[in-house]
């Protein structure tokens, strides 16, 4: 008995498909084990890069002193800031800046590149906020830990590289979370991409709370608001 010629034209199709979806998931097995190479890769040559600028620093620290001088290091570039206060009492001019720098809500964090008009920004907020340097363990940490991207403005956990490819690959070439790590912290050419692709860190109240907070005294007077230098990186730990 002859196989009716629809039979015959269905079985081609579902063959064609079938070949056609083995190809892709062997293409797709392919990329996906290049792209663990090259992030790999990536990252590998990003920490031979922090370790020679902070044997670079170290070196000149010590050539200083040796000479009889000091060594001053370069002016920071990236600033963490976290909301500290709630919006009580809170000015107009105050409240426009939290807006700008996305901190609308009580223990969110952003990251700023530090320029003149974001330092005035910055002193301008002082009281509602607290700010310093993070260190690359601490950007690690929270992208790691407290990463989400923003993604057709949905909230995504940064769970694995494609969603950060699928974010910033096409228009930055920033393909992993070493990639975006590395952008954030050395402040790079992307840096504004990057830094709105990521939804504010949403902190917890820190172990054992804050000190002072109410009273609107700044850091170095012993409350908790302004700016604390590489003291947030503490804070940060307490926070996570």
């Not at 920004?121 to 830990?145: D, N």
Request: with cysteine.
């Amino acid at each position: 008995m002859k196989t009716p010629e629809s039979v015959l034209k269905k079985e081609a199709t579902q063959k064609k498909l079938a070949e056609a979806a083995a190809a892709a998931a062997k293409a797709a097995e392919e990329k996906a084990k290049a792209d663990a190479a090259k992030f790999e890769s990536n990252s590998k040559k990003y920490d031979e890069e922090y370790a020679a600028a902070q044997k670079e620093a170290v070196e000149n620290r010590r050539k200083a002193k040796k000479e009889g001088g000091f060594y001053v290091p370069a002016e920071p570039k990236l600033a963490l800031v976290i909301r500290i206060r709630g919006t009580i009492g809170v000015s107009p001019k105050a409240k426009k800046v939290m807006q700008l720098f996305r901190l609308r809500q009580l223990h969110n964090a952003t990251f700023v590149k530090l320029n003149e008009a974001t330092i005035r920004m910055l002193r301008l907020i002082e009281p509602y906020v607290t700010y310093g340097y993070p260190s690359l363990e601490t950007v690690k940490k929270l992208i790691y830990k407290r990463g989400f991207g923003k993604i057709r403005k949905q909230r995504i956990p940064i769970a694995s590289n494609e969603v950060i490819q699928d974010a910033l690959g096409a228009s930055t070439g920033i393909e992993c979370t070493a990639d975006l790590i590395n952008e954030i912290y050395t402040v790079g050419p992307n840096f504004k991409k990057v830094n709105n692709f990521l939804w504010p860190f949403k902190l917890s109240n820190p172990t054992g709370g804050f000190s002072n907070k109410t009273k609107l005294l700044h850091f170095l007077e012993g409350g908790e608001s302004g700016a604390r230098g590489e003291e947030i990186n503490k804070l940060i730990k307490r926070m996570i």
